[in-house]
Every structure is written in structure tokens, then in C-alpha cells.
């Protein structure tokens, strides 16, 4: 693995080299030193909370913002350096908006068309057919666009943005304008027609059920810094950061303290994956569905809370030493509040965290 | 996205020197009447005359505020049987200037009007009515200024949210309370708006308080330039004035924040009408009153004061030559200031900060210099420095372009504001250039808008007097000019032919607008 | 770093712009009859009411083939056009409602002299002593009345009698928008001095003295009964009675102490550094000749300077007393006069 998380074989489609961009004279830092690399036909998620420069990074790379600092290249060739700006209708870079942005005064084959000027007559009129029967609109090319639903305009969206082959598509938060039907019906179909075009997509979302679904690999974005890039699983098991921790799943970090082969914990001593050297004091991360918990008058924590949530149980525990954790269990397994409870937990991975660093 | 182009900022540098120009020039030479102008001002008499000025325009506010209120509920919350007729009709009194209005009123209601010659006809002697003075002036200004706080109130009735009246009547509040309690407060904006216009409008008017012997600052400014041999007193009386509209102005901008004023229509639920059951003849009563006040009557007294047919086209023939002029002068302006506008609005709306301050600053200079202001303004300045322009028809146009370029940069701006930024950027994004962005996208979006933006300032050109009385070259009238000449050389069929000749000039482009029906920003 | 795309935004824009912009000056330029740059197109600033000059003009345009270009306005406002473009003149010829304007311009040297044979009858009093001006018609200050609210009996033979307070809110006059009005303020002071004036004015103006707009608005309001009585010039009595109304007309002060009726005259005058001189003098001599004289006479109701001429229903110059003063007098008072009676 390379230090940005890609595989270096893949032919790179996408190079982000230290990043940089702020606004206001520098008061307002969008990104910080992002390097990432997308190879062809990977489909990338920027994951983070509003605010955290996932959007202006997309926008770095299609052209719509210069950098500071740091070079962008797509498809080998610099467009975004120190010296050189190429204009966003020169970097083949196709966009899908949020609020899909299909020009209301053309219809949804015009608006595919849109992006084929330079294209012969013929080549054209094949190429608007595919893009359109590619998203499944094919009867629909004659509408405008407040004549189609949300979903159906997205598709247009898509469909305009890939017709002229681009080397890249970047999208926007595809899916937040999109009711939760919608949402996961599009999240399949999205994922099905990138896949079938092999076009690289960088797509930036807030939704983390959504990224997983969707990406081949997921970046996570805090306040301008890309705090880890890595296939989701990873990400999910082996948080780098705190906040990836938190961000990607639910997590609960208790104190633990390292002794030789294990990390001695309230919950018990876990192995010391990590090699960590002894004598530290590190904060274990505990994921509820780590945590077991089995009724025990003898036991010594008790439950404070239980939420149901359909799929599941989401109890908070309190443990011996004062502290809560959080429990899932499954949506049958009930123990109300109060009750006294034993705590078992056995994480595949042992993640730690030094204070507030991360550590890998 | 700080800096300019030089490009841009050349544009820039223009329209800004264009629009301030005259306002610094004005500046300078109220400063260089010193002492004496300072003196002058503190003199009872401007006093007197300040006073007399705000009392007329805030009357003619209250007035134009209880003529427009009522139809613009009625005709947008009840359901009066031709109330879409109404509210296309309402507009008409903007295509009539206060000025017509005036002459038609005069006619009506002068010591030897119609009015005062029946009831010296019944037998009695002396005069009932008399519409010269102070009252008379606000009677006819506002009449003719209604339709703003009638279109800016009718249009915050339409798009307001219904679920809040409907909230108040569940809670027990009949059409009154509901009126008073939810409607009137959701209505404070718009009226502030409208009254802020009407208030302005009424402080520069000219022609009309001319004519209905009301002494105001405009009217004690034009005195000065033709009887004085210096324009020192004429120039600190313009500084008092345009510090005044400034003021207003200001207070206008502040009351409004970033609102447009017209509200589009969110395509929500349309508001709940009342029936009006056995209100329905009082509500019809006063919508004809209104708007035969404004609109039939005026017309129909100017029929009558024009004789006949013949008279109307014996003037049009031998006037074809002012016709024409009114025309392109209003036409050539409207469009330099479409094309400004959309330069100006464009850098506005995508460049936020000190440019879009400075520019949105200078073209708005036009609403704060009346008419005769800005006619000895331009004077003075392009006498001095531009001598090849002045004395040449390019002043006419150079005035109106200056004065109503506000309303065009208004129109263009509303309409970008509601193109979603994002589309330029597709466009981009699909191999378009910058330019051929905003050419393929962006301007078909807002046609419509610059349409009714070229469409305004054309209508306000062909019905301005104060300014190209002052700036016209020799023989170069217009029909408003005409207009002025014959009343004051007592040929009222003359005048009245030619008034009804503007009419229809300016009725067609106004009716087209309300076709578009892309709302309307401000007018004059 | 160079950022091309927001060039090629603004660029295309600035153009479209500056095309427009020029496009209208263009056109402003080009359509518009700007500066007459031929021979044969000549500019009147004329203080006098269209109505009276037109004749006379038309029937010069016939006469001479050419083209006028006509400017009505104020007299005042006109002179103070003239003086303002002295640098670039635009008027030829300027007609003036009285002849004390003209002296203020050739003071301040906006006039060319031009003393035509025509001038030569036309009395000294009625003309420039150095050329700078003629007198082509007068009119004189009149009291106009309303024959059906008094008695020709009992109107007032002196304007000074106006002050008493039984006219007391049924006086109208013009104000000093009217130049002719500023001369007869200026007259006033000449006779009895600015202290006696002023105290007469102010009476005048304490007792309801309505101050109009325009002389029109006096006669009209006398004809219709909206005044009892109005101070304004000898046409328009005529005109009034033209008109149909029940009006009379008292020519004032001409007792044997009496200072008399100041008559106005209309004076023409050839602008400095006018393009068309040539021209300008050619409708000098003809304003003055019987041809222009009679239309003015018997269209305008304007008293005839030359003598000779049938004044038809006016009556001529040697039929009443006329104020003497002089006109560089009364232009020396004017200046002074309007200082005297600001808001008149």
C-alpha cells in the first residue's frame, strides 16, 4: 500500500499532490495538503461533515477553484500548479451537481447533447442515444426538465456528464436531494452505470452508509485534512484518526494501558496488535457491535438506556469505573434499564489511539 | 475570486465614472458657492421650502397608500368576478406621468374647469373647488403613484403563505383580525418598499407640481437657472435635495436588506380568497373608482380636451419629428442600458465585496438625482470637460441612460439572481468557455428579464420632462417637451393630443411587460 | 497564475458593452440634428412664446430657403445658456422678452454688434447705443381686468393704488420666471428708489398678491374671474379678449406726475462668435422689416417700434406715456432687483 492508499499498478487517472486552498486571505482553510491518487475506472468517495472541504476539493479538481498550493494532475497531464491553470472546459472533467443544474431551457437530450458540440453528426446522435439508454431514459430525451422527477433529472445529470467520455465524473452529493426511497434505489443504479461506463468518479457525500455502498475506496475529510483513504472495510476496522473512528460508525474509547502482549482494559486485556511498547497509556476504541452483554445479577455494570431501532437493540452501559459504552444487540434480545448486566467484548482489531493522535 | 481582469476593471472604471460624474461635479460646485450657499440655505425660505417639500411627498405616500392597499387586497384575496382584469388594468396608470395627470385634473377640477363651470352654471358664484396648491399636488401624485404600492403589495398578498391565516382563523380571528394580526405585518415590507418609492418619486417630481402651482425644491431649482445669471443658488438647492433623496434612499435599502421586490411566485399553495357575498358591490365600487380616477377618466378628460379626432392626428402629423425623437432617444438609451445592466449585474452577483459595492452604489445614483438635478448636473459637467457632447442629442440620452439605468440593472440582476450559478459552471464543465457560457445559458435564461428591464427604461425615458428640458439642443423636442411648451403657451387641445399620442407609446410596451409577467422591479 | 476563463467572461462582456455604448453615441450622434454644420441651418433662442415667433420665423424659412432651429425657454434661462457656452457657441440669434437681459450679455461680451439699416427708425430708447441689440416690438405693463367683477370706473389708474387693501387677494402678476416682471421690479426701483420700492412690493405681497408661473396663467385667471385684476404685458389684454373673455384694460400712470407705463421691448441680438452670422443678420433685417412687423403686430398684439406702422387694434407707442429709463439703466437695476425680491 502506498502512503495515499491506492494500488500503485492502477494506471493513475487522478493526482492530488499536497493540496492546499483557503479563502478570505487565508482565514478560511478548505483544504489542507490533500494528496490523493484515483486509478481508471475507480469509484472514490469524500466522506466528512459539512464544512470539511470535500466540496472544494471536487472543485479543485474539476477547475473551478485554483489551488494555493500543491499540483492536481488528471490523466498525466498537470492542469493545477504553481505556474499553470488549465480553464475547467479544457480538463475533461465531467460534473453532476447536487441540484443537478440541467439547463432548464433545453431538453434532456439537448442537455446531453450539451457536451457533444465538437462531435460529427452521426457519432453525436449515437453517442446521446447510448448515454441516455445507459441511464435508462431512453423514451424520456424529449422532456425538459421540470417535466421529470428528481431521480429522472439525476439521470440526466449523469447521462450529460458522461456522454463526452470523460476521463473523470465528479459528483456532487448526488443523492441528498433525493427523498430515502430514491435514494437507495439510486445509490444501485449509480454504482451499476458507473461501473458499466469504467469512468473514474470521485464523488464527495456526508452519508456514510452511502460511501461504503458505493466507493471503492473512501477518503475521510475533517476540517480540510484527508485523515485517512482506504477501502471501506479498512476504514471501518482500522480507523487512523479519532475522528474516522467516530465519523465512520459509532465508537467508544476507553483507557487502557500497555503490558507487554496485551492492553490491559476495564473490559479486559485485548491483544497488542500494534506492538505497542509498554508502559503507554493508549485509549482502546470499543464499537458497539464489539460489545456482548448477557444479564448477570452478579454482574457489574448495569444498563442505563435501550433504544430500539428496528434492526437492532442500541443499549448504553455504564461500567464499573463510571464510564458508558454502547451496546448493539439484536432487535429480540431485551434487557430493560437498571438491569445488572456482565460485559463481554472481543474486537477482531484492537485500534488505539494515543491522546488525540492517531497512530499507525 | 478577488481580482479583476483589467478587462473588467476597465468596465468597471467606466460605468462608474459615467454615473458619478455628474453627482461629484455637483458636489464641487456646491462647494464653490461657499459661504453664499451656506448662507442661503440657512435662510427661512429654504426652510419653508423643506418643509413644504416633505409634507407633499409624505401626504402623496399616504395617499398613494390608501388608494393602492385596498384594491391590491381585494384583487388578490377575494374573489371579485374580473379581478385578473383589474390587476393588468392597475397597472395602466404607470404609462400616464403625473404630469398628464395634472392637465387632465386641471381641466376637471380648475378655477374654470368642468367642475367649478357647472356650478357657476347652477347659479352660484365663486369657485367650489380649486386644484391648484398643495392639495391638488398630492391628490394627482398620488393617483398616478399608486400602481407601485398596488403591484408591490398585490404581489407579497399572492405569494404569502396561506397556512398562517389559516393558523389565525382556526384560532378563532375573523377576515379583520386575520387582516390586522397576520396580513398587515406580512405586508410591512412591500409597503415600506412601495411607500419609500412613492415618497421619492413625489420629492423629484417636476412637471406636475409646475403645473399645479405646488413650490417645491425641483420647481425653486428650475426658477433659479431661469432667472438667475449664476448657478450657485441652483446648485446648493440641488445638494439639499439629492442629500435628501440619498437619505431616503438609503433608508430604502436598509428597510429591504437583499430582498428582491417582487416575490416569484414558490408555486405553493395559492392564498385562500374570501367571498365576498354582499361586499361585492362596495369592492367593485371601489376598484372602478380607483382606477377610473387613474386610468378612465384622465383619458376620457383628455378626449374632451382635444376636440376631436382631427385635432389628435393634425398634431401627430405636423409632430411626427418629436414622435420619432421621444422614440429613439428612449430606445437607444434603453438598450445601452440593457447592455450596461447586465455587464453591471453579472459583476454584482458573482463578484461579492468592495466591485459589487462600488458598482451597485454608482448605478444607483440615477434613483437619487431628479430629474432637473441631473440636467444641470450634466451641464455643468459636460459643458466644462465634454464640449463636443454637449449641445448634442447624446445629452438627451445620456440623461435618461444615467437616471434609469437602476431599474435596468434591477431587472438584470433579479433575473441572474435566480439562475442558479451552478449551470454556468455544467456549462463549463462541458467544454464551454466562460463566454460562451454565459452566451448559450445564462442570457436565454434572463431574456425575459432584460426584456422587461429595456422595456421599463424605455417607458421612463419617453415620459421624462425635468431633465430634457434642460438638456435638449435646439430644436430637439420631445413629447413630454411638447407637452410642457403647450401648456405653458395655453394650447390645451395641443397639449392634450400630444399627452394621448405619449399614452399610447408608452401603454403598449407596459402591457407587453405584464405579459411576461416577469415582475416588475421598480418603475418611474 | 493566470486565470484565462474569467478573461475570455469579462472580455466578451466589455465587448458587448463597448459596442453598445458606442452604437448609441453613434446613433445619438449621427441621427440627431446636432450642430448645424451647413450654411444654411440657423439657431433662434427665443425667450418669446412660440406661438407669437413662429409666423415670423416660417415666414423667414420661406422666404430665405432655409432651415430654422427654434429653441423656446425663459428668457433668463436662455441668456444663461448663452453665457454658458460661450466657448462653443450654439445660438445664432437670441430674442429676448426685454431688452435689459441683452444689456447684461453684451456686458459680459456673449453679443455681436449689428446695427442694420432697419434699426436706424427704431427709437433710441428701443435700441443699443453701441449696436449690440434692436428692439423689434414692445409691450407694455397693463392693468387687465374682469369687466364682470368691477366697474371701469373703479380700477386703479396708478399700480402704486394696487397696494390699497380692498384689492386684497385679487391681484395676480407673474413672477421673475417672466422677464418682463423683473424689468417692471427693476422700473419701480428706478422711480422710487429700492427702500420705497421694496415697502411697495411688500404691501403688495401682504395684501394676497397672487404670484403666477407664467404671464398666460395671469390672463386666463383674470378672464375667468379668478382674479379681479392683473398686472401683466399689453398682448395679452388682446389675446384675453381674443380668447372671449370679459376683460378691460387700464394702461397706468399716465397722469401728468405720473411715472407711466414702462414698455418692454422684445429685443434681437446676434450671438458672439455665432456659426452662421452671415445668416443671423439676414433675419435681423428681416425681423425688422414691415412684412415680419405686421405679423407681429397683428398676430401678437405687439406694439410696433417703427414708426409708421398701423398698429390695428393696439395701441401705438405715441398714444400713451411710456416710463423713460434707459436699458443700460435697467439692466444695471435688473442684477440688483432680483436680489431684492428672492421667491418673487
Redesign the interface.
Known amino acids: 500500500m502506498t502512503a495515499d492508499g491506492s494500488g500503485g499498478r492502477m494506471t493513475e487517472v487522478i493526482r492530488l499532490e499536497r493540496v492546499s486552498k483557503s479563502y478570505g486571505d487565508g482565514d478560511i482553510i478548505a483544504t489542507r495538503e490533500i494528496s490523493l491518487v484515483a486509478g481508471k475506472g475507480e469509484i472514490v468517495a469524500l466522506l466528512g461533515p459539512s464544512g470539511c472541504g470535500k466540496t472544494t476539493t471536487l472543485r479543485l479538481i474539476a477547475g473551478f477553484e485554483?489551488p494555493d498550493a500543491g499540483s492536481i494532475e488528471i490523466g498525466g497531464r498537470i492542469v493545477a500548479n504553481?505556474?499553470i491553470?488549465v480553464?475547467?472546459?479544457r480538463r475533461g472533467v465531467g460534473m453532476v451537481f447536487q441540484d443537478y443544474a440541467l439547463f432548464p431551457h433545453l431538453t434532456a437530450r439537448e442537455n446531453v447533447a450539451f457536451g457533444l458540440r465538437t462531435w460529427n453528426v452521426e457519432a453525436r446522435r449515437k453517442r446521446i442515444a447510448e448515454s441516455l439508454d445507459l441511464v435508462g431514459l431512453s423514451e424520456l430525451g424529449g422532456r425538459y426538465s421540470h417535466e421529470l422527477s428528481g431521480g429522472q433529472q439525476q439521470r440526466v445529470a449523469l447521462a450529460r456528464a458522461l456522454a463526452p467520455s470523460p476521463q473523470v465524473v465528479l459528483l456532487d452529493e448526488p443523492f441528498s436531494d433525493l427523498d430515502a426511497d430514491m435514494r437507495a434505489h439510486m445509490r444501485q443504479d449509480v454504482h451499476r452505470i458507473l461501473h458499466q461506463a469504467g469512468t473514474t468518479a470521485i464523488f464527495v457525500t456526508h452519508d456514510q452508509e452511502e460511501a461504503f455502498m458505493i466507493a471503492d475506496r473512501v477518503g475521510v475529510l475533517n476540517r480540510g485534512r484527508l485523515e485517512q483513504i482506504d477501502q471501506p472495510d479498512v476504514i471501518y476496522h482500522t480507523p487512523a484518526t479519532r475522528f474516522v473512528a467516530r465519523f465512520v460508525g459509532s465508537a467508544d474509547f476507553i483507557p487502557g494501558a500497555v503490558e507487554g502482549d496485551g492492553i490491559v482494559t476495564e473490559l479486559g486485556t485485548f491483544p497488542n496488535q500494534q506492538g505497542l511498547p509498554p508502559g503507554q497509556a493508549v485509549e482502546v476504541m470499543i464499537r458497539p457491535d464489539d460489545v456482548e452483554l448477557v444479564a448477570d445479577l452478579a454482574g457489574d455494570a448495569t444498563v442505563l438506556t435501550r433504544h430500539f431501532r428496528g434492526s437492532d437493540n442500541l443499549y448504553c452501559v455504564r461500567l464499573p469505573s463510571g464510564r458508558t459504552v454502547h451496546s448493539s444487540q439484536g432487535s429480540t434480545k431485551i434487557v430493560e434499564p437498571g438491569a445488572r448486566i456482565a460485559v463481554k467484548t472481543d474486537p477482531t482489531h484492537v485500534v488505539c489511539f494515543h491522546e488525540d493522535e492517531a497512530t499507525r | 475570486m478577488g481580482l479583476?481582469?483589467p478587462?473588467?476593471a476597465?468596465?468597471v472604471a467606466?460605468v462608474v465614472l459615467l454615473t458619478a460624474s455628474p453627482l461629484l461635479n455637483l458636489c464641487m460646485a456646491v462647494l464653490a458657492a461657499g459661504s453664499q450657499g451656506v448662507s442661503s440655505l440657512l435662510s427661512g425660505?429654504v426652510v419653508t421650502l423643506m418643509g413644504r417639500t416633505l409634507l407633499l411627498a409624505t401626504l402623496t405616500t399616504l395617499w398613494a397608500l390608501v388608494l393602492g392597499v385596498p384594491p391590491a387586497w381585494i384583487l388578490t384575496r377575494t374573489d371579485l368576478p374580473g379581478r385578473r382584469l383589474f390587476r393588468v388594468l392597475g397597472v395602466l396608470p404607470l404609462a400616464i406621468p403625473p404630469y398628464i395627470g395634472a392637465l387632465t385634473y386641471i381641466t376637471l377640477l380648475g378655477?374654470?374647469g368642468l367642475v367649478n363651470t357647472a356650478y357657476r352654471a347652477l347659479g352660484a358664484s365663486g369657485?367650489l373647488v380649486?386644484i391648484y396648491g398643495m392639495w391638488g399636488g398630492v391628490l394627482v401624485l398620488g393617483l398616478f403613484t399608486y400602481p407601485y404600492i398596488l403591484l408591490l403589495a398585490g404581489s407579497a398578498l399572492e405569494s404569502s403563505n396561506p397556512a398562517l391565516e389559516e393558523a389565525a382563523r382556526a384560532a378563532g380571528y375573523g377576515p379583520m383580525g386575520i387582516f390586522a394580526q397576520v396580513t398587515l405585518p406580512l405586508l410591512r415590507p412591500s409597503l415600506l418598499a412601495g411607500s419609500l418609492l412613492v415618497f421619492l418619486y413625489a420629492l423629484s417630481d417636476f412637471a406636475a407640481v409646475?403645473f399645479l402651482?405646488v413650490t417645491t425644491f425641483t420647481t425653486e431649482i428650475y426658477?433659479q437657472?431661469?432667472?438667475?445669471?449664476d448657478e450657485r443658488g441652483a446648485s446648493t438647492l440641488s445638494g439639499v435635495l439629492v442629500l435628501l433623496t440619498v437619505l431616503v434612499l438609503v433608508a430604502q435599502r436598509r428597510s429591504l436588506g437583499r430582498r428582491s421586490f417582487v416575490q416569484r411566485r414558490t408555486g405553493a399553495k395559492p392564498p385562500t380568497l374570501y367571498p365576498l357575498g354582499r361586499w361585492r358591490v362596495p369592492a367593485l365600487l371601489c376598484t372602478f373608482v380607483v382606477l377610473g380616477g387613474s386610468v378612465f377618466l384622465p383619458i376620457a378628460l383628455l378626449l374632451y380636451q382635444a376636440g376631436s379626432a382631427a385635432t389628435i392626428i393634425q398634431t401627430l402629423a405636423s409632430g411626427q419629428r418629436y414622435l420619432w425623437?421621444s422614440l429613439?432617444?428612449a430606445a437607444?438609451?434603453a438598450?445601452?442600458a440593457?447592455?450596461?445592466a447586465?455587464?453591471v449585474a453579472?459583476l454584482i452577483d458573482r463578484r461579492k465585496g468592495l466591485v459589487g459595492l462600488l458598482l451597485t452604489a454608482s448605478t444607483q445614483v440615477g434613483y437619487a438625482i431628479p430629474g432637473t438635478v441631473l440636467g444641470l448636473s450634466l451641464?455643468l459637467l459636460y459643458?466644462t470637460y465634454l464640449?463636443w457632447i454637449?449641445?448634442?442629442?447624446?445629452m438627451?440620452?445620456l440623461g435618461y441612460?444615467l437616471r434609469y439605468l437602476p431599474q435596468a440593472v434591477q431587472g438584470s440582476a433579479a433575473a441572474l439572481s435566480q439562475v442558479d450559478p451552478n449551470l454556468e459552471e455544467a456549462a463549463?464543465g462541458l467544454g464551454r468557455?466562460?463566454?460562451q457560457?454565459?452566451?448559450e445559458v445564462t442570457i436565454p435564461l434572463i431574456r425575459p428579464g432584460m426584456v422587461a428591464g429595456w422595456m421599463l427604461v424605455f417607458i421612463s425615458s419617453i415620459k421624462e420632462v425635468a431633465a430634457t428640458l434642460l438638456l435638449?439642443?435646439?430644436?430637439?423636442d420631445t413629447l413630454p417637451v411638447r407637452i410642457w411648451?403647450a401648456t405653458?403657451?395655453?394650447?390645451f387641445a395641443g397639449a392634450a393630443s400630444t399627452s394621448l399620442i405619449l399614452i399610447a407609446t408608452t401603454a403598449l410596451p407596459l402591457f407587453l411587460i405584464k405579459r411576461l409577467d416577469t415582475g416588475i422591479p421598480q418603475l418611474d | 497564475?493566470?486565470?484565462?476563463?474569467?478573461?475570455?467572461?469579462?472580455?466578451?462582456?466589455?465587448g458587448?458593452?463597448?459596442i453598445?455604448?458606442i452604437?448609441?453615441?453613434a446613433?445619438?450622434?449621427m441621427?440627431?440634428?446636432?450642430?448645424p454644420a451647413s450654411a444654411s441651418e440657423l439657431?433662434?433662442?427665443s425667450g418669446r412664446?412660440?406661438?407669437a415667433i413662429k409666423p415670423v420665423v416660417e415666414l423667414f424659412e420661406r422666404k430665405a430657403g432655409v432651415k430654422v432651429?427654434?429653441?423656446?425657454?425663459?428668457t433668463?434661462?436662455l441668456?444663461?445658456e448663452i453665457?454658458?457656452?460661450r466657448?462653443?457657441p450654439?445660438?445664432d440669434v437670441f430674442i429676448a422678452t426685454e431688452a435689459g437681459v441683452c444689456e447684461?450679455l453684451a456686458k459680459r461680451q456673449a453679443l455681436d454688434p449689428y446695427a442694420p439699416a432697419a434699426a436706424r427708425v427704431i427709437p433710441p430708447d428701443y435700441k443699443s447705443s453701441r449696436g449690440f441689440w434692436t428692439g423689434i416690438s414692445g409691450r407694455a405693463r397693463v392693468i387687465v381686468y374682469n369687466t364682470g367683477l368691477i366697474k371701469d370706473g373703479d380700477v386703479p389708474n396708478s399700480v402704486l393704488d394696487l397696494a390699497d387693501p380692498k384689492w386684497n387677494g385679487k391681484i395676480s402678476i407673474a413672477?421673475?420666471?417672466e422677464r418682463t416682471t423683473?424689468s417692471w421690479l427693476a422700473a419701480l426701483v428706478h422711480v422710487l428708489g429700492e427702500a420705497k420700492a421694496k415697502a411697495y412690493i411688500h404691501g403688495l405681497l401682504r395684501n394676497g398678491l397672487k404670484v403666477?408661473?407664467?404671464n398666460?396663467?395671469v390672463w386666463?385667471?383674470v378672464g375667468?374671474?379668478?382674479f379681479t385684476l392683473g398686472l401683466t404685458n399689453s398682448p395679452n389684454y388682446h389675446l384675453a379678449v381674443k380668447a372671449g373673455f370679459p376683460v378691460g384694460v387700464v394702461y397706468p400712470d399716465q397722469g401728468p406726475s405720473g411715472m407711466g407705463s414702462l414698455v418692454n421691448a422684445n429685443a434681437v441680438a446676434i450671438v458672439k462668435g455665432a456659426r452662421n452670422l452671415t445668416l443671423a443678420r439676414r433675419f435681423v433685417d428681416f425681423i425688422l422689416s414691415r412684412e415680419a412687423q405686421a405679423i407681429l403686430v397683428g398676430h401678437a398684439f405687439e406694439i410696433p417700434l417703427v414708426p409708421g406702422m398701423d398698429a390695428g387694434e393696439v395701441r401705438p407707442l405715441s398714444s400713451f406715456k411710456a416710463l423713460k429709463i434707459s436699458q443700460e439703466r435697467l439692466a444695471d437695476l435688473e442684477?440688483r432687483t432680483?436680489r431684492l425680491f428672492?421667491?418673487f
Not at chain 2, 437657472?225 to 445669471?229: A, H
Not at chain 2, 435638449?472 to 430637439?476: L, S
Not at chain 3, 432651429?69 to 425663459?74: C, E, H, N, Q, S
Open positions: 485554483a504553481e505556474r491553470f480553464p475547467p472546459e | 479583476l481582469t478587462a473588467a476597465l468596465g467606466v425660505s378655477p374654470v369657485q380649486n409646475s402651482r426658477h437657472l431661469n432667472t438667475r445669471f425623437n429613439w432617444t437607444v438609451a438598450t445601452v440593457s447592455g450596461l447586465l455587464f453579472y451641464i459643458n464640449p454637449y449641445g448634442t442629442a447624446a438627451v440620452v441612460l463549463r468557455s466562460g463566454w457560457a454565459l452566451r435638449r439642443p435646439a430644436g430637439f411648451i405653458i403657451e395655453v394650447d | 497564475m493566470i486565470t484565462t476563463d474569467q478573461t475570455m467572461a469579462d472580455r466578451g462582456t466589455i458587448t458593452t463597448i453598445l455604448l452604437l448609441g453615441w446613433s445619438a450622434i441621427l440627431a440634428p446636432t450642430t439657431v433662434i433662442y412664446k412660440e406661438s432651429v427654434l429653441k423656446i425657454g425663459k433668463s434661462g441668456a444663461n453665457l454658458q457656452e466657448q462653443r450654439r445660438a447684461v413672477g421673475t420666471l423683473l403666477l408661473p407664467d398666460s396663467d386666463r385667471g375667468s374671474g379668478e442684477e432680483i428672492p421667491g
